[in-house]
């Protein structure tokens, strides 16, 4: 997005370099990216920077309300119900479209947000591959707000382990067969955090915990990497040992299973910011009421569907059909969203891709705020974002933005 920096950058690439940046990942960690890994980073000015800043701070804000609770309480089912909730989450996520408005400006558009982690670990392992082949201008950095590779892994050892030198550990639904075990194995790396998998916990009494290398150890805190939609659909015996999460009355968590569904696509209805498109339950659109207007639009196709608690894009209705609506039989548990307008303006050398920021969010403990601290950014040339929908594109995937310093 800043045209002399994209033209260096394309016109130093080589396919050579592209490997080299790649084989620096998997000699870090052998064997474990499986998603597609995009050519290029993108280079973010002053000016979206700082409008990607305002909304996000904005939105954190507005998640800080002291009715945001009472607001999102009926977004967690009942079989999820967990206790030891705290307040608010320790991290967040925020993704940002870079759209065009109505007067065609280039502006960040919120399509999703998380009370959720994501790939904290694999980013820094990112940037130390894309600055160990490609040239990244000084006054550009993928950390936010003064941040550096340093102060960042500080953040995120004391987020996730907490101040009190409890045994904590990373735990994920078969967490070796995920597409994103990268993050985890080198978050291991960074900080020495055991990755245990659901189906290793054992209950005694309200405690949990788990054997590795035939020593029983008692979990105290969770970094809680299990989405719950994924545990539903697993067989019974694992279903039986993700429940045993909710007798255990001792957990420290990180995140709350609870904020996997308050921060979510079902809070973006509450929200209020330009940088939010228009949002509503499918299931009050259906009663003729769409949020910022009296009435339900004629027309369409400029809103999308999309299910409340779904990963990856799946289940997204972008065309919206006769009937699709109709089509649903719990309209409660999905949105209808004005349309956005993503902005093409990534050049590469197999056409413009469009691109999505996600800012990465953590609770500071002294300024009893969130701080945007790092990203990950994807790139496409497809109807969807997500690196699943652009298996047969070039420059494209998961990427990092780097913006310029003011």
């Known amino acids: 997005m800043i045209p002399n920096l994209r033209k260096q950058f394309n016109s130093s690439f080589t396919q050579e370099r592209y490997e080299k940046y790649l084989s620096f990942i998997e000699h870090s960690v052998p064997d474990s990216i499986h998603f597609r890994i995009a050519e290029t980073p993108i280079f973010v000015g002053i000016d979206l920077t700082k409008k990607l800043l305002e909304a996000g701070d904005t939105i954190c804000t507005e998640i800080l309300d002291p009715d945001f609770n009472k607001l999102t309480e009926y977004s967690i089912p009942e079989n999820v119900k967990t206790p030891n909730e705290p307040s608010h989450p320790d991290c967040l996520v925020m993704d940002f479209a870079i759209a065009v408005d109505h007067h065609n400006n280039i502006v960040p558009k919120l399509i999703e947000l998380q009370g959720f982690p994501s790939l904290f670990g694999f980013e820094v392992l990112q940037n130390d591959a894309i600055q160990s082949v490609f ?16 102060s960042y892994i500080k953040h995120l050892e004391i987020m996730i382990k907490g101040t009190r030198n409890k045994h904590t550990v990373l735990l994920e639904l078969l967490p070796h067969q995920q597409k994103t075990r990268v993050d985890f194995y080198y978050t291991d790396i960074l900080i020495s955090l055991p990755i245990v998998c659901i ?8 405690s949990l915990y788990y054997n590795r290398d035939g020593i029983k150890h008692k979990i105290e805190r969770i970094y809680n990497r299990v989405v719950m939609d ?26 709350h299973p609870h904020h996997f569904f308050r921060i979510s696509k079902y809070c973006i209805p509450f929200l209020k910011h330009e940088s939010v498109p228009s949002t509503q339950f499918l299931h009050i659109f259906n009663q003729g009421v769409l949020k910022n207007t009296s009435k339900l639009p004629e027309d369409l196709s400029d809103y999308v569907i999309k299910p409340l608690f779904s990963f990856a894009g799946q289940g997204v209705i972008i065309d919206i059909q006769n009937g699709d609506i109709d089509n649903i039989k719990d309209p409660e548990n999905w949105i209808i969203q004005e349309k956005v307008k993503y902005a093409p303006i990534i050049e590469t050398p197999t056409g413009n891709a469009k691109a999505e920021i996600r800012l990465f969010y953590f609770w500071d403990i002294v300024k009893e705020k969130y701080i945007a601290v790092n990203n990950l950014t994807r790139l496409s040339k497809g109807k969807m974002i997500g690196v699943n929908y652009n298996q047969t594109a070039t420059w494209v995937g998961g990427s990092l933005a780097y913006f310029e310093k003011f």
């Open 135 to 150: 040239t990244i201008p000084q006054n550009y950095s993928c950390f936010l707000n003064g941040y550096t590779k340093a």
């Open 199 to 206: 189906t290793e916990l054992i209950l005694e009494g309200q």
């Open 230 to 255: 994924e545990l539903e659909k697993q067989i019974p015996s694992i279903q039986a040992k993700g429940a045993l999460i909710k007798l255990a009355t001792d957990l420290e968590w990180v995140t």
